[in-house]
């Protein structure tokens, strides 16, 4: 089975991954924004999220509110099967591609 | 962390307007947490201006809420709307009156609304068909008298054309046209007279679209004595022969090859005309003084078809300078401007010229008018629809209380309440062009209304029509819709009755007030137009127009046998006097100069005149109010001498006007004034009495006038005709009476009195409609207080004089408004007439007591039903 995967939201996902079962919306995109060193709308990760959720790689479950966030609850994002399978894949995809790129991009030796 | 900074408030609103509930908690937090953070980093500033930015960027599909209830949407759209339609059905035919009456008048209004755009469509598609049709431009001219007069004329020289025809370059194509009056046209013992003819040359049908069935159209009227003739006229010449080719004779003795045979030309032109004869055939007729090289005789219609892009107004400026350097120095030249061919059918009014019988002109008050009537049909229609479907739907509270208690949402009612009305709309749309066409029929022999409504015009108008009832659907349905679902769910089950007598009052009352302004209004016109319609046809003309016969007859025929058949004419005891004039009153007459020789004050001025034979006064019954008419006894009369009206006499400023020197066609020499005759109303009465002046005929005249004995006028008709047929046998006589061509020219006025007439019947039909369902509704909701107040003693009188109370006094305020609306507009259109009525207080009166009456009358049945009912029918439920 192909799992299609986006750029963006394979980095959300491996986050999601990374961060296991205390991965949220704000956490997401805390870590992007310091890891990546770019700088990401909360928005976007969110809808992101949602995208990953609609096609079934997240599952999300409410709950863990703190007092910074002024008593409201996270939607706190875990991979589910199907997700870490279209993770491999796309890491599979990506060797495979790497593997026929490196003589160039590593120059030819 | 800065504790006294919280994130704005308003945007918070603002998202959790927009967001679904299942996720605004958690991305709330999200936000709150990096508003924070934010705050720490960047400042109060940054912080707060990225929520808001978030709040925005956070819309999307994934947000937003949803329109139905999320995952206990069930059935969908089609199971929804039958159900709004099986419901709406069955509150329909739960309240039939109220049902037909909504439908009806909806259909009225509806069908006048179509008919009326119907005419309107047609009167403003005038002259669209032809090609490029916006670089067709008519060279008119006018010119200013001494005392500031200013004429406009359709008519220009008959050099202007090949004048400028390969002078200028912007001009493509230029054609000339001369209006050919009256033909008898002959092909073997088939012989008519018809007076649809122009003399025109090739280029007239390259200036315009007008295809050629058979021929060239190129070179069709290229040659002398060519003609090209319209399909039906063909026919009724030469029958099922092939007209090509065949000769046809024109008045005895001109003999013209048919080249060309036209498609039928449309209704919606401005020039209609059966055929066309080319224009080097033209001869001047006996006695004028003038040639087609003439740059001053205004005798002929002048069209160009100019480039693409050039400027009818550079043309025009063009075209004067060439006037000037063309009119001989002592006349002054005349000054021409180009009218636009789009703007001619309506924008002619001002000319003064004989145009040809087949130039139509349109007349935009009828159009405003119309126009305006339509809407306010519309309107009242509307506002019927909407009274009605607020009173009717105050019934329905325990229907909607129990919807939202089973967790309808408001969205979902006002939708069904909308279906609801909207579906009524069609039912009436769909009657309303069935009505329509029925009444079209009608209307177009009832009023001589000429134009056609075929199935490509109908349904052109579908879309406008689907939109005008979806507007007045969702308009009148939403009020009541908006009203209804916005009730709580407990409140509209439990006082359902308590609440509904006054449900939307205010509005309804609003509303009806309304409806009496435009009733009061169109009663007042209808008055006001219909009495100047009488008026005019009852004015005072000066002259006797019963009992007159008008004959036109050839130039030729005229000379040859006008005095044989005066004096067989006169020898019959049916023939009372006979005369001829060169034109008739009610025609336009052409405009000449007149001055006085004398020292001072000897400028030409503008005179109207007719050339008119041996006892025209005493024909036409106009009053000699000095001097003497015509006379044999005076051999220079027909050179010397000249009759003119008062007013002539006060325009020239004449002390003792018999006897007086004037120059007015001068052939030999100035000519005296013989005699003055009463003002006599020679124009319509759209115009004031002009100064006029008659002389003995130079040119061939047409008209010969007869007054018959009163009595069995086809008696007189078949005397006439055969005398005729002994003086000269063969040609048929045309004929027709004075005053029948006279009441031609008020046919706008009767047309538009009887339109206005109709449609204000219609108007206040509905209206009194809406409000008897609505007094039928009312009353029904208050038969308990009526119960009630029988009990405690009231009268049915007192009973009755409280229902009437408040729409007498709301007819009273309406009559405030509309009075000096209906005033200043019924005053606009006067001011068009010459000889009009004044606007007198029982207008208004007779229109506020007319509507009085209807509405009492509307009313009253209601009511007086309403008020005997017995007390203990109405209370034993309590």
């Given at each position: ?109 | ?486 009730y709580k769910a407990v409140t509209a089950l439990k006082d359902s009755v308590k609440n509904s007598a006054g449900t939307g009052s205010n509005l309804r009352k609003v509303l009806t007030a309304v409806q009496f302004c ?361």
């Amino acid at each position: 089975m192909k799992l299609h995967l986006g750029k963006f939201e394979e980095i959300v996902l491996l986050i999601v991954a990374a961060q296991h079962g205390e991965a949220y919306g704000m956490s997401i995109t805390k870590t992007i924004e310091e890891e990546l060193e770019r700088s990401v709308t909360l928005s976007s990760v969110h809808t992101s999220l949602y995208r990953l959720e609609e096609k079934g790689y997240v599952k999300s479950e409410v709950g863990g509110a703190s007092e910074i966030r002024g008593g409201r609850s996270k939607r706190l994002f875990t991979i589910t099967e199907r997700g870490k399978e279209s993770l491999k894949q796309s890491r599979q995809i990506g060797k495979k591609l790497w593997d026929m790129a490196s003589p160039v991009v590593y120059g030819q030796s | 962390m800065k504790a006294n900074h919280k994130p704005p408030k308003l945007a918070e609103r603002f998202f959790k307007w927009y967001c679904r509930n299942e996720l605004a908690d958690s991305i709330l937090g999200d936000l709150e947490e990096q508003f924070y953070y934010n705050l720490e980093n960047h400042g109060i500033t940054k912080a707060k201006l990225y929520y808001w930015l978030n709040t925005f960027t956070f819309i999307n599909r994934y947000t937003l809420r949803r329109r139905s209830m999320g995952k206990y949407k069930s059935g969908g759209l089609g199971t929804m709307l039958f159900h709004h339609l099986l419901i709406s059905y069955r509150n329909l035919s739960r309240h039939k009156v109220f049902t037909i009456i909504n439908v009806f008048g909806l259909v009225i209004g509806l069908a006048s609304c179509l008919l009326i755009a119907g005419f309107l469509n047609n009167e403003l598609s005038y002259d669209k068909f032809h090609e490029e049709s916006e670089n067709i431009y008519r060279i008119n001219h006018f010119f200013v008298d001494n005392s500031g007069t200013i004429t406009k004329m359709a008519n220009t020289a008959p050099a202007l054309v090949p004048g400028i025809r390969s002078l200028f370059p912007e001009i493509k194509k230029a054609t000339q046209m001369r209006y050919a009056r009256r033909s008898l046209l002959a092909y073997g013992d088939k012989s008519f007279y018809e007076t649809g003819g122009f003399y025109a040359d090739s280029s007239f049908l390259e200036v315009f679209s007008f295809p050629l069935a058979v021929g060239d159209k190129h070179r069709a009227l290229d040659e002398p004595n060519s003609v090209v003739m319209s399909k039906q006229m063909a026919a009724k010449y030469f029958g099922n022969d092939d007209p090509m080719g065949k000769n046809i004779t024109m008045n005895g003795d001109i003999n013209l090859e048919v080249t060309g045979i036209l498609e039928p030309v449309p209704g919606n032109s401005h020039l209609q005309f059966d055929f066309l004869v080319s224009f080097t055939s033209y001869i001047i007729p006996e006695g004028y003084r003038s040639d087609l090289t003439s740059w001053s005789w205004a005798g002929f219609l002048s069209y160009v078809r100019l480039a693409e892009g050039s400027d009818g107004k550079v043309l025009e400026e063009k075209i004067n300078n060439m006037y000037k350097e063309m009119t001989p120095p002592e006349y002054n030249p005349d000054v021409t401007y180009v009218q636009p061919l789009s703007n001619i059918y309506l924008g002619s009014g001002d000319l003064v010229d004989d145009l040809a019988s087949g130039i139509q002109s349109g007349n935009t008050f009828t159009i405003y008018s119309l126009g305006s009537v339509a809407l306010l049909i519309l309107l009242i229609a509307g506002f019927n629809f909407m009274n009605l479907s607020v009173a009717v739907s105050a019934t329905r509270y325990k229907e909607i209380g129990l919807r939202k208690m089973l967790g309808a949402e408001r969205g979902s009612l006002i939708s069904q309440l909308l279906t609801e009305s909207v579906l009524l709309g069609f039912i009436g749309l769909l009657l309303a062009y069935g009505f329509g066409w029925a009444a079209f029929e009608y209307l177009k022999s009832a009023l001589d209304w000429n134009f056609t409504l075929d199935i490509a015009t109908i349904s052109l108008s579908i879309p406008f029509a689907v939109v005008v009832t979806l507007l007045v659907g969702v308009g009148s349905g939403l009020y009541p819709a908006m009203f209804l679902s916005g009730y709580k769910a407990v409140t509209a089950l439990k006082d359902s009755v308590k609440n509904s007598a006054g449900t939307g009052s205010n509005l309804r009352k609003v509303l009806t007030a309304v409806q009496f302004c435009i009733s009061i209004a169109l009663i007042a016109a209808t008055i006001v137009i219909t009495k100047q319609y009488q008026y005019l046809s009852g004015q005072k003309l000066g002259f006797e127009k019963e009992n007159v016969v008008v004959m036109k007859i050839l130039p030729d025929d005229m000379s040859k046998y006008y005095d044989a058949f005066k004096d067989r004419l006169l020898k019959s005891n049916h023939i009372v006097n006979v005369s001829r004039t060169q034109r008739i009153m009610g025609e336009p007459w052409p405009i000449n100069m007149i001055s006085v020789n004398r020292e001072t004050d000897n400028e030409n001025k503008r005179i109207l005149g007719s050339q008119v034979g041996y006892d025209f006064a005493r024909t036409m019954g106009i009053n000699l109010i000095e001097g003497r008419s015509f006379s044999k006894e005076f051999s220079d009369d027909a050179t010397r001498s000249i009759i003119v009206n008062e007013t002539t006499v006060k325009y020239l400023g004449l002390e003792n006007p018999i006897g007086q020197d004037v120059n007015y066609f001068n052939f030999d020499g100035p000519r005296k004034i013989i005699g003055v005759v009463e003002d006599f109303n020679f124009l319509s009465l759209h115009h004031e009495i002009e100064p006029m002046a008659l002389v003995m005929p130079f040119v061939n005249i047409q008209n010969m006038v007869v007054r018959v004995t009163p009595g069995n006028l086809s008696e007189k008709i078949d005397v006439l005709q055969s005398i005729w047929a002994e003086v000269n046998p063969g040609v048929p006589l045309e004929y027709r009476f004075m005053d029948d061509h006279l009441d031609r020219l008020y046919r706008n006025e009767a047309r538009l009195s009887g339109l206005i007439f109709g449609f204000s019947g219609l108007t206040v039909l509905l209206a009194s409609m809406g409000l008897y369902g609505l007094i039928a509704f009312s009353l029904n909701q208050r038969r308990r207080e009526v119960g009630i107040r029988k009990v405690l003693g009231a009268s049915v009188a007192s009973l009755l004089i409280r229902f009437t109370r408040q729409y007498v006094i709301l007819i009273g305020l309406s009559s405030l408004v509309a009075i000096p609306v209906v005033q200043f507009i019924l005053n606009q259109w006067l001011e068009g007439f010459a000889y009009r009525i004044e606007i007198s207080w029982w207008v208004y009166l007779v229109s506020i007591i007319a509507l009085l009456v209807i509405a009492l009358f509307t009313i009253s049945h209601q009511a007086v039903s309403a008020a005997l009912v017995s007390p203990v029918k109405v209370l034993k439920d309590e």
